[in-house]
Structure formats: structure tokens, C-alpha cells
């Protein structure tokens, strides 16, 4: 089995334009993406960070995800994708308490 470390540097020396990308890149085994976090809307493209499981580790792929002007590609953008290791991190939400549905502690 590959090591985490060795997909993150296959990642990266592949200078992959897009994190959608990742599925081109040989011998880096079955990635499952899993969420879309950091994302920001620039002028031109929106970039945000894709996560992936290896089934054993996350590996986030920041990179432009979606380009606003239909006459260009992720090529003209000229941001290269960087890939690295992640982990889980769990988060609290609030939600509104609807009358008649309080909970007693």
C-alpha cells in the first residue's frame, strides 16, 4: 500500500491546474473525495480545498474548482495545486429551539 507521503509528493509533481484532477494521477491507488472546505469566489474562479480518503489518511487538494468565464480554462488561471495531509475536526453547530420541542436537562 502507498504511503500518504508518497501521494501528497505524486500530487504535487504532477502540477495538477484543478483538484478534480487528482483522478489523472497515476499510481496514487483509489481516492474517495469527501468534502469541500475553504472555499473563496474570486473574480474570475472560485478555489477551495477538495478532501480526500485513502482509506487510511485525508489528503486536502487546494486549487481552482470553477472557472467564471466560460471562454477560459483552468490552464489560463496559472494556479497549481498543492496537495497535503489533513485530519477530521469535529465542529458544534446551533440550531433554533422551536416552541414545544425544548428538551429538558
Known amino acids: 500500500m502507498i504511503k500518504t507521503k508518497e501521494i501528497i509528493e505524486k500530487i504535487n509533481s504532477a502540477k495538477i491546474m484543478t483538484p478534480h484532477m487528482v483522478y489523472d494521477v497515476n499510481g496514487i491507488g ?26 487510511t489518511s485525508f489528503i486536502g487538494v487546494r486549487g481552482p474548482i470553477k472557472i467564471h468565464d466560460e471562454c477560459a480554462g483552468f490552464d489560463d488561471i496559472g494556479i497549481v495545486c498543492e496537495a497535503f495531509e489533513m485530519r477530521p475536526k469535529q465542529t458544534t453547530t446551533y440550531v433554533k429551539i422551536e416552541r414545544g420541542t425544548e428538551v429538558q436537562q
Do not use: C, M, N, P
Open 30 to 55: 483509489t481516492l474517495s473525495e469527501l468534502a469541500t472546505v475553504d472555499r473563496a469566489e474570486h473574480r474570475w474562479y472560485d478555489i477551495a480545498t477538495l478532501v480526500f480518503s485513502t482509506g
